[in-house]
């Protein structure tokens, strides 16, 4: 195997740059009643993938805004009419959401096959070649048994999506390959629960201390009772603050250290701690200057998961993206196929 070297993954987005597009952008939907956020879309990907460099390349997307807002139509219609008819109709409503439920891995598949296929890096464009039978399984059938299981089989279900999008993602002819386990899943959300315990245990010490000592008042013989309910609170507050970044953090870190893409390697290192400041400040700025900092928002945390990601390249990165040009030429557009409609937001 050749020797690996890390190609670290730059941002040059700016706040300032990307507010007058978001502005742009947030105007011309409100005054088209949203038929223009598909074409604002289409600029929000372009400026973040053309600013985002690899070996001193950028990526692309070419979307098309009429294919994007032919998926966002029907979703509209869905979900008018599921509306629409819960209002008179439980029985029609309960049959227009599971005619969703039986279209939304199809139209994932679709979306799938629509977003990677339009981005591109080095002029080679991605590609996506999952079936839709296998589908049902990873977005609908897996999903539904965690909700029965109370959530207990929801990362085993979160791992079986992972793989089936992963396995069946492409750059050129070379494809992706995803080795995280379900007990790799489960071991972060069991952290994150044994955090919860620990946080209430503390909690409930505190507060017991605390009711004892006159600190807040409580009725005699309702200490105990008190201080588990302020404990029970503090804690789900905790998670809620705590828990989201620290997920998403590690199973970033999770997902891109078990991806491969031929004898190429990814290092993500993304910091439950700096993701959760950078979440807290980016918050507090938004509600301060009611919405105005949210472009600015979206930069920053774009650069820092960016930025935490690295490429261990088996050899050139050059001489790899060359061959895969080659064989793209010699054997045609593969991709020929148009995918026609996107339904993401």
């Not at 941002?11 to 990307?18: D, L, P, T």
């Not at 629409?84 to 029985?91: D, E, I, K, Q, R």
């Not at 279209?103 to 590609?127: I, K, M």
């Not at 261990?312 to 790899?320: E, H, M, P, R, T």
């Amino acid at each position: 195997m050749a020797e690996q070297q890390a190609q670290p993954l730059h941002f040059s987005g700016s706040g300032g740059e990307y507010f007058r597009l978001w502005i742009v952008n947030v105007c011309l939907s409100i005054v088209t009643f949203g038929v223009y956020s598909a074409w604002a879309k289409v600029r929000r990907n372009q400026y973040f993938y053309r600013h985002t460099r690899l070996a001193g390349a950028g990526f692309d997307y070419h979307g098309d805004p009429k294919a994007i807002l032919k998926g966002r139509l029907i979703a509209f219609a869905l979900f008018a009419a599921y509306t629409l008819t819960s209002g008179f109709s439980p029985a029609a409503a309960a049959m227009i959401l599971m005619l969703i439920m039986a279209l939304a891995p199809w139209l994932l598949v679709r979306s799938l096959r629509f977003r990677l296929h339009n981005t591109s890096y080095r002029g080679l464009r991605f590609g996506f070649r999952g079936q839709t039978g296998p589908a049902y399984l990873a977005f609908l059938l897996w999903p539904l048994l965690a909700g029965f299981s109370l959530g207990l089989l929801w990362p085993f279900a979160q791992q079986r999506m992972a793989a089936y999008t992963r396995n069946h993602s492409a750059y050129g002819s070379a494809e992706f390959r995803f080795s995280a386990t379900a007990a790799a899943y489960y071991g972060i959300y069991l952290m994150t629960l044994m955090l919860g315990v620990v946080l209430f245990a503390g909690l409930t010490v505190l507060t017991s201390v605390l009711g004892s000592n006159g600190w807040f008042a409580v009725e005699e013989g309702q200490l105990t009772a008190m201080s588990l309910l302020l404990a029970a609170f503090g804690t789900y507050l905790g998670l809620l603050l705590f828990a989201y970044p620290y997920v998403t953090a590690r199973l970033q870190n999770l997902v891109w250290a078990t991806t491969t893409l031929g004898e190429h390697r990814f290092v993500a290192n993304v910091s439950a701690y700096q993701l959760l400041g950078l979440m807290l400040s980016n918050v507090v700025l938004v509600i301060l200057t009611l919405g105005l900092y949210k472009p600015f928002a979206d930069i920053r945390l774009a650069r820092y998961r960016i930025e935490h990601l690295q490429v261990l390249v088996a050899g050139s990165i050059d001489d790899f993206v060359a061959g895969l040009q080659a064989n793209a030429s010699a054997a045609g557009d593969e991709m020929a196929e148009m995918f026609d409609f996107d339904i993401g937001l």
